[in-house]
């Protein structure tokens, strides 16, 4: 090792970028949390895949059934969720 390292030129941040996907901070309630945990573990999948999935799920659904140029609401998306908590 170096006694001294150069870190004048450093960036911070990911080393490596993943293509079509943002990394954010959200608040979700803690029972849906726990859910889409249980529901990856079984599956052997990530529970933030399956979260994915459903709120992708949410949107087919939202703009197959309106003109599609309405956001997805907080109230659809609870909606929705609800559903896919009470179909497993």
């Given at each position: 090792?170096r006694?001294?390292?150069d ?6 941040g ?35 895949t ?11 659904k ?13 109230a659809e ?12």
């Amino acid at each position: 090792m170096r006694k001294t390292y150069d870190f004048s030129k450093a960036k911070r941040g990911a080393i490596i970028k993943t293509p079509g996907k943002t990394r954010i901070t959200i608040m979700l309630d803690s029972d849906l949390i726990d859910f889409f945990r249980n529901q990856g573990e079984r599956q052997g999948v990530g529970y933030q895949t399956l979260i994915n999935k459903a709120l992708r799920g949410a949107i087919d659904k939202s703009t197959s059934t309106s003109d599609g140029n309405s956001p997805l609401t907080v109230a659809e998306l609870r909606r929705v969720l609800r559903e896919e908590l009470k179909a497993s």
